[in-house]
């Protein structure tokens, strides 16, 4: 299952918050990626950018590691890490944060594991940040920041703005 949700509040040590996302993941044995909320665009981006993550970790055509790096990667629509997280990283000081937690995926090692809604709100709460999931919104200055040019803003009407970034996010498989 994936579950995607903002949150705000401030992030001191980005080091810090990566190492505690990923004690929540081997505890509980699911996925817990943490991104810079004011790179998404809606809830859809991040979904998406989980189940070709989750795709290719299952085809062998993973670029990296872990599940979660994968999400950051297709998340981003960059096939570097570096670019990734330069794009999709979470910033020090920064209070929009978003969450992407994968569990319950049988035949994927690192989401074996479960983690309910009352995990969520207490790793929330250890983490020192509230529920938000309006940060996931995203708008035009999301996509200007993201890479996109005006000239390809205007191929699409603003409703669609969303399957901008899903282009971008599928586009990874084909640069890979």
Same mark, same amino acid.
């Given at each position: /299952?994936i579950?995607?949700?903002?949150a705000?509040?401030?992030?001191? #040590? *980005? @080091?810090?918050? =990566?190492?505690?996302?990923l $004690?929540?993941?081997?505890?509980? %044995?699911?996925v *817990?990626?943490v991104?810079n909320? #004011?790179?998404?665009?809606g809830?859809?981006?991040?979904? !998406?950018? !989980? @189940?070709? &993550?989750?795709?290719? +970790?299952?085809?062998?055509?993973?670029?990296?590691? %872990?599940v &979660?790096?994968?999400?950051?990667?297709?998340?981003?629509?960059?096939r570097q890490?570096k670019?990734?997280?330069?794009? +999709?990283? *979470?910033? !020090?000081?920064?209070?929009?944060?978003?969450?992407?937690?994968?569990d319950?995926?049988?035949?994927?090692?690192?989401?074996?594991?479960?983690?309910?809604?009352? #995990?969520?709100? +207490? +790793? $929330?709460?250890? $983490?020192?940040? =509230?529920?938000?999931?309006?940060?996931?919104?995203?708008?035009? #200055?999301?996509?200007?920041?993201?890479?996109?040019?005006?000239?390809? /803003?205007?191929?699409?009407?603003?409703?669609?703005?969303?399957?901008?970034? $899903?282009?971008?996010? &599928? /586009?990874?498989?084909?640069?890979?």
């Amino acid at each position: /299952m994936i579950r995607v949700f903002g949150a705000t509040g401030v992030v001191s #040590d *980005v @080091e810090e918050l =990566v190492e505690q996302a990923l $004690l929540f993941s081997k505890k509980y %044995s699911v996925v *817990v990626q943490v991104l810079n909320a #004011d790179m998404v665009f809606g809830e859809n981006h991040l979904i !998406s950018a !989980s @189940e070709h &993550a989750i795709r290719a +970790m299952r085809q062998k055509r993973n670029s990296t590691n %872990s599940v &979660a790096m994968e999400v950051l990667l297709y998340a981003s629509g960059e096939r570097q890490i570096k670019l990734g997280i330069q794009k +999709m990283g *979470v910033r !020090s000081q920064k209070s929009r944060i978003a969450f992407v937690v994968i569990d319950q995926v049988p035949d994927v090692s690192e989401a074996k594991g479960i983690f309910s809604d009352a #995990d969520i709100d +207490m +790793m $929330l709460k250890e $983490l020192g940040f =509230v529920r938000d999931d309006k940060v996931l919104e995203g708008a035009r #200055d999301t996509l200007k920041n993201f890479g996109f040019t005006d000239k390809e /803003m205007k191929t699409v009407v603003p409703a669609k703005y969303g399957q901008l970034i $899903l282009e971008r996010v &599928a /586009m990874v498989d084909v640069i890979k």
